[in-house]
C-alpha cells in the first residue's frame, strides 16, 4: 500500500486549492471585465471568490443568526464562511492547515528561509507580544459587528453598493498596489522567509477567530511521555510554533492541525491524533480529509437550496460595477 506522510498530504491538497484559488480569480477577472463592458463574453461569477470576503460574511452571519434570512448578497461567501466554522469546531484549523492559499505560499517561504539557514526562532515574551496584534484585530471585528452595529446598519451595509462590489475592490487592491501597500506586502514576505508563517502566526485575525473555536474541538494531538525521547523534531516542524515536544496534549489555539509533528516523530505513537471524547487513537488524516469533506458537503448542500448563487438581476450588478 502506498503511504503518504503529512507533509506530502497537506502540500498537495494545499497546492490544489491553491491552484483553484488561481483559476477563481482568472473567472472572476472575464466576469468583471464583461460586468463593465470591457469584453462582450458573458462570464458567470465564481462563487467561491466570495470566500476572500470574511468580514462580509461575518456581518451576513450576524444577521442569519438574529433575522434568520441567508445573505442573498454574497450567498456562497457566507456558506463557505459557516464551513469553516464548523470545520474548525470539528476538526480544528483544518481551514488554515489544509485549505488556505495563504499557508500555502507561506509553507513556500518558509522552505525557502530553511535553504538560507537563517531561520528565527520567535519563542517566550517575544512570541506572547507578536501574538498580541492578531487578537486584538479579532476582537474588533467580532465587537464592531455584534455589538455596536444594529441589525439595520448590517442590513445597510449588505445592500450598499460598497458591499455588492466588494470582490471587484479587491481586484483593483491588488492590481493597481500603491507604494505603501507594496511595501508592507514585501515587508511581511521578507519576514515570513525567516520567521516561519510569520502572517499566519501574528497577524491573520480570521486565523485568530477560528483557533478560539479549535479549542473546543474533539480532536487533539496527544504526546506519550513515555515514549517520548525528548529529540524536538516535533517542535521544529510545527508551523504553529508550538513546544510540542513538553506538551501532553496539543490543545493550543495556533495548532492548524497539520500533523506534521507527528510525521517528522521517529518514535511510532509517541504522537497520535486522539478523540478526547472518547479517548481513542484515530488516523491522522482525519483533519484532512474532515476538512476537504465539510468544504464539499457545505457546497453541495449550497447548490441544492440555491444559496450559492446570488439571485441579483445582472443588470443591477452592472450598474454598480460601473460606478466603482
Known amino acids: 500500500m502506498l503511504k503518504i506522510s503529512p507533509a506530502t498530504l497537506r502540500n498537495s491538497i494545499q497546492c490544489i486549492m491553491t491552484l483553484f484559488c488561481v483559476w477563481v480569480g482568472y473567472r472572476f477577472y472575464f466576469f468583471y471585465e464583461f460586468m463593465i463592458g470591457n469584453s462582450d463574453v458573458a462570464v458567470i461569477k465564481p462563487g467561491a471568490v466570495e470566500g476572500f470576503l470574511p468580514i462580509s460574511a461575518l456581518l451576513s452571519f450576524k444577521r442569519l443568526l438574529t433575522e434568520g434570512i441567508y445573505d442573498e448578497v454574497h450567498p456562497a461567501g457566507l456558506t463557505i464562511f459557516i464551513a469553516v466554522l464548523v470545520m474548525s469546531l ?27 539557514k ?4 520567535v519563542k517566550g515574551k517575544i512570541e506572547f507580544a507578536l501574538l498580541i496584534p492578531k487578537y486584538i484585530a479579532m ?5 464592531a459587528v455584534f455589538v455596536k452595529m444594529s441589525i439595520k446598519d448590517v442590513n445597510a451595509f449588505i445592500h450598499s453598493g460598497y458591499n455588492f462590489t466588494a470582490e471587484a475592490k479587491m481586484l483593483h487592491f491588488f492590481s493597481h498596489l500603491s507604494i505603501i ?6 515587508a511581511i514576505v521578507v519576514l515570513s522567509i525567516f520567521i516561519p508563517y510569520f502572517w499566519c502566526r501574528f497577524l491573520c485575525p480570521y486565523g485568530a477567530l477560528l483557533g478560539i473555536i479549535s479549542k473546543a474541538s474533539p480532536v487533539a494531538i ?22 510540542v515536544e513538553v506538551k501532553d496534549t496539543i490543545n493550543s489555539a495556533e495548532c492548524v492541525g497539520c500533523t506534521q509533528c507527528i510525521g517528522s516523530c521517529p518514535v511510532d505513537n509517541c504522537l497520535t491524533l486522539t478523540d478526547r471524547l472518547s479517548r481513542r487513537q484515530i ?8 476538512a476537504v ?7 453541495a448542500t449550497a447548490v441544492f437550496t440555491n444559496h450559492w448563487n446570488s439571485p441579483m438581476p445582472v443588470e443591477m450588478l452592472r450598474n454598480y460595477y460601473l460606478n466603482l
Not at 499557508?103 to 530553511?114: A, D, E, K
Open 90 to 116: 470539528l476538526v480544528r484549523k483544518g481551514f488554515c492547515g489544509y485549505l488556505c492559499p495563504v499557508g500555502f505560499i507561506s509553507n513556500i517561504l518558509n522552505r525557502i528561509g530553511l535553504t538560507t
Open 118 to 121: 537563517r531561520i528565527i526562532t
Open 139 to 143: 476582537t474588533f471585528f467580532v465587537y
Open 181 to 186: 501597500s507594496t511595501l508592507l506586502i514585501a
Open 222 to 243: 496527544k504526546r506519550n511521555e513515555d515514549l517520548c525521547i525528548n529529540c524536538g523534531k516535533c517542535t521544529k516542524a510545527c508551523p504553529g510554533g508550538i513546544q
Open 283 to 290: 488516523p491522522w488524516q482525519t483533519i484532512a480529509i474532515g
Open 293 to 299: 469533506f465539510i468544504l464539499l458537503l457545505y457546497y
